[in-house]
């Protein structure tokens, strides 16, 4: 069994910051990719930003470039992800994601993912 677990979510007015954590545990699986999504009440899961453990890569969503940013540990057993500069906009449940794919993907997309979390809810007001 795997599980991820995020923490660090929050209400916070905008122009602040947060910090989302998430770590794996359980059995040991293929961990090529690591990422964060997000779900406003009403819209579609989208991709937030993603680490490709072995490209040493990141990549973001547009919307956030800039002002977050996704780090992760040595053993690839933790992500995180800095928020600053939050705006209303940015407030939906945020969801760690891992995948055990091949490094081939973009890690881009949901379906990319194998392992998700329950999720962290983040509330930016104005």
């Known amino acids: 069994q795997v599980q991820l677990v995020e923490s660090g979510g929050g209400l916070v007015q905008a122009g602040g910051s947060l910090r989302l954590s998430c770590a794996a545990s359980?059995?040991?699986?293929?961990?090529?990719?690591m990422g964060w999504f997000r779900q406003a009440p009403g819209k579609e899961r989208e991709f937030v930003a993603r680490?490709?453990?072995?490209?040493?890569?990141?990549a973001y969503t547009d919307s956030v470039k800039g002002r977050f940013t996704i780090s992760g540990d040595n053993a690839r057993k933790t992500v995180y992800m800095q928020m600053n500069s939050l705006k209303p906009e940015d407030t939906a449940v945020y969801y760690c994601?891992?995948?055990?794919?091949?490094?081939?993907?973009?890690?881009?997309?949901?379906?990319?993912?194998?392992?998700w979390g329950q999720g962290t809810q983040v509330t930016v007001s104005s």
């Open positions: 680490i490709n453990w072995s490209a040493a890569s990141t």
């Open positions: 359980g059995r040991a699986f293929n961990n090529y990719a």
């Open positions: 994601a891992a995948s055990t794919g091949y490094s081939p993907r973009s890690y881009t997309s949901t379906y990319e993912y194998d392992y």
